[in-house]
């Protein structure tokens, strides 16, 4: 995991804090309705405070027209470059491929990102956890895991203990994730999947790439790039094969 060897653009958060709220400045990459659902949660009412200011939202199509999204200008990308450079960025897209696109677009043109989960008050006790990665307020990491760059949870999720997630994974709402599990690059999980079964001696390992459907319950390891569905998980084209012998059946 990158993020744990090499040092957070911390010092976006002193040269740009603002004077008035002395939060973190960030730009957010996106400024669809996902983008402000999650940018609304870094202001969630449950956490003791903002984790930080949202300056700006960054939109490929819309930006530079003038727009507003929650009081804050949509701008271009060539607007960031020149007026927000040197502000961290939060990259607000699910897909875990096109986040890592985009972070490597803003990476090339000098962009940084920052943990917005350092602070005393902001820290998962005994969790770590890379830049532009974001843990929703009413989600739970439970201790001794570790969360790579770039990894969104998203809201009502619990992960219990004892788990690897790896750069640019997504959780989307309402997953379980059981202790002793590994999550490799680039996996997306879907809304309400259920993850179990790994054991300390043998961890569950969801392998880079993978897809896991929403609904998903997941009892095995998947190999990278499968993707999953149904209860317990199989191969979406095994299912298909399934269905379509049963009907033939018929
Ligand atoms: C698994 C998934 C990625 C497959 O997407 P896809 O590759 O576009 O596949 P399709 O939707 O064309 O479905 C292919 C087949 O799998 C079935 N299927 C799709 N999702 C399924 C699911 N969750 N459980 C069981 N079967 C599923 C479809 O019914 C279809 O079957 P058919 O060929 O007999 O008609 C997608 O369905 C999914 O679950 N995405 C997660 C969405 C999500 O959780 N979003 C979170 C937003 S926060």
């Known amino acids: 995991m990158e993020s744990l060897t090499r040092s957070p ?12 709220s002395a939060l973190p400045r960030i730009v957010i990459y996106g400024a669809s309705g996902h983008a402000l659902g999650c940018a609304l949660d870094l202001k969630h009412r449950l956490r003791s ?30 607007e960031w470059r020149s007026r927000f450079g040197n502000v961290s960025c939060f990259i607000s897209v699910g897909d875990p491929s096109a986040r890592r696109r985009l972070a490597e677009k803003m990476q090339a043109c000098g962009g940084s990102f920052s943990c917005l989960f350092e602070s005393e008050e902001t820290a998962l006790p ?7 990665s974001a843990v929703a307020a009413t989600s739970h990491i439970g201790p001794q895991t ?3 760059d770039h990894v969104h949870i998203y809201p009502m999720s619990w992960v219990a203990h004892d788990v690897r997630i790896a750069d640019y994974v997504t959780v989307a709402a309402s997953c379980s994730v059981s202790g ?6 680039g996996v997306f999980v879907g809304a309400g999947a259920v993850i179990v079964h790994g054991r300390p001696d043998r961890p569950l390992v969801i392998g880079a790439g993978a897809k896991i ?7 095995k390891s998947i190999p990278p790039g ?23 059946a018929e």
Do not use: W
Not at 59 to 67: H, L, P, S
Not at 228 to 240: I, Q, S
């Open 49 to 78: 405070r903002p984790l930080c200011e949202i300056v700006a939202y960054i939109d490929d199509f819309r930006g530079g027209r003038g727009e507003l999204l929650d009081g804050a200008p949509i701008i271009s990308f060539e």
């Open 146 to 148: 570790t969360l790579g």
């Open 180 to 185: 002793h599990v590994v999550i490799e690059e």
């Open 9 to 20: 653009e911390r010092d976006v958060s002193t040269k740009e804090q603002s004077s008035s």
């Open 126 to 132: 005994h969790v770590k956890m890379g830049v532009g």
């Open 213 to 219: 459907a929403a609904g998903a319950v997941v009892t």
């Open 226 to 248: 499968a993707t999953v569905a149904g209860n317990p998980a199989r191969p979406l084209r095994e299912l298909a094969r399934n269905r379509t012998a049963s009907h033939d």
